[in-house]
Structure formats: C-alpha cells, structure tokens
C-alpha cells in the first residue's frame, strides 16, 4: 500500500481553468503539507495541516485553497490557473509537528499551457 | 528565520570512492537537521535525522551524516559510492524555537557516481 497517495499524477491544462490535486495518507499522520518544486528543483512550503486545522499558510496566491476534509486527506485546489503555476506539488504528511521527517507523495506534475 | 546551504549544485565521483554531500545551516535554537534524497520523477524518500544526542548520525543506505556544531554543518557522506546512489539529495533543517514545523529545504545537490 502507497503510504501518501496523490492523484493526479501528471495534469495538463489551459491558463485560466481551476484544478485539484488530492492527497491521502495511510499513516496515521496528523501533519500534512503541500511542497511545490520548481523547475530548478527548488522546493518550497505552501501550506501545513495539523489535525484538519491550517497550521501554516505562506505566501502563497489565494487562487490556491486547501482543504482538509479529515487528518488522512489534504486537498489542493487551484482557482485561475497561470503559467507559473506550472511545477511538481508535493504531498507529504509527518507523525506530528514537532516529531521528526516528511514521508513524501510521488508528486503530482502540472503543466498549465 | 531558518536557512539551509548547498553549496555544490553537483559532486562527481567515481564508483566505489567516498562521496560527501555539504551542507550548512542558519536556524535560531537547536537545529532539527535531515537528509532526503530524490530519483528522478519520484517523491523525496527520508534518509537520516539529527535530533540530539551522537553528533554521528546513520541512516538508510549506508549513509551517515555528522553534526557539527561549532560550523553548523551536517554533511552527508558514504564511504564507498554505489551508481546506484545517483540522485538530488536534499538537506533540510527545522526548529522548535525558529518557524516551528517549516521544514526549509536546501536547494539540492545532484550527484553523479560513474562507473
């Protein structure tokens, strides 16, 4: 079994549309991110989960929402999408805040033409 | 605010030398420090974590990573390269005491190991 499963794998789309990206966790986790990396591999935290309650929200455009409809699942929905908008989103989840590393999704590419 | 240095973009090494991977970090506080490595189209698997205790930290793979304090460092370093152990390995730290839970990635080091 995946531990953090996301869907979609790969989505190609047009500037403009909304799209979702969905992630799961098997875990047992109680923190679940979002990481985006960039074409240069950068990665970059936009938004933290602890218990279906937001934890951490950076500076991030408010065309993207999460959600967390339960501690396994934290979804990703983007409003408006652009150009640079185009990049592989991680998933990840932790055993909690302040307990040790990220178990990481497989990623989920976007490509918004 | 935290930060983390990687200051090779990419280290060479021939199959069956040593590889180390630097590393150096800026947090307020004791440092949470970790190791990930990434394959290609694959997410980041966890390799090894400095909490507390031993400054010599081993983890999966055979790799091992040393704590030092004095030049907040954690590099990262195998005694004998696998072609296998090709990849984006990427240092992150965190800390209880400097935007707790932000785990801040460094911005990798590819490493080519050849036959």
């Known amino acids: 079994d995946t531990a953090v499963s996301q869907t979609p794998k790969y989505l190609v789309t047009q500037m403009g549309n909304d799209k979702s990206i969905k992630c799961e966790q098997n875990?047992?986790?109680?923190?679940m991110y979002w990481y985006k990396q960039d074409s240069k591999k950068f990665l970059k935290i936009m938004f933290s989960y602890n218990n279906k309650e937001l934890i951490i929200n950076e500076t991030v455009p408010n065309r993207f929402s999460p959600k967390s409809p339960d501690k396994a699942h934290l979804n990703l929905h983007i409003n408006s999408l652009e150009l640079g908008d185009s990049a592989v989103y991680f998933c990840?989840?932790?055993?909690?805040?302040?307990?040790?590393?990220?178990?990481f999704g497989e990623g989920s590419r976007l490509t918004v033409l | 605010a935290q930060s983390v240095a990687q200051p090779e973009d990419q280290v060479n090494v021939a199959e069956g030398n040593p590889l180390t991977v630097k590393c150096t970090y800026s947090?307020?506080?004791?440092?949470?420090l970790f190791w990930y490595v990434q394959y290609p189209n694959r997410g980041l698997q966890f390799l090894l974590k400095?909490?507390?205790?031993?400054?010599l930290v081993k983890g999966s793979y055979g790799f091992e990573a040393e704590f030092n304090k004095s030049q907040t460092s954690f590099h990262l370093k195998k005694p004998s390269a696998l072609v296998s152990d090709s990849a984006l390995y990427f240092c992150?730290?965190?800390?209880?005491?400097?935007?707790?839970?932000?785990?801040?990635f460094g911005a990798g080091t590819q490493v080519v190991v050849t036959p």
């Open positions: 400095y909490i507390t205790g031993d400054n």
């Open positions: 947090v307020s506080g004791n440092p949470y």
């Open positions: 990840a989840s932790s055993p909690g805040i302040d307990t040790g590393e990220l178990f």
């Open positions: 992150a730290v965190s800390s209880p005491t400097d935007s707790w839970g932000k785990f801040q």
């Open positions: 875990l047992g986790h109680d923190t």
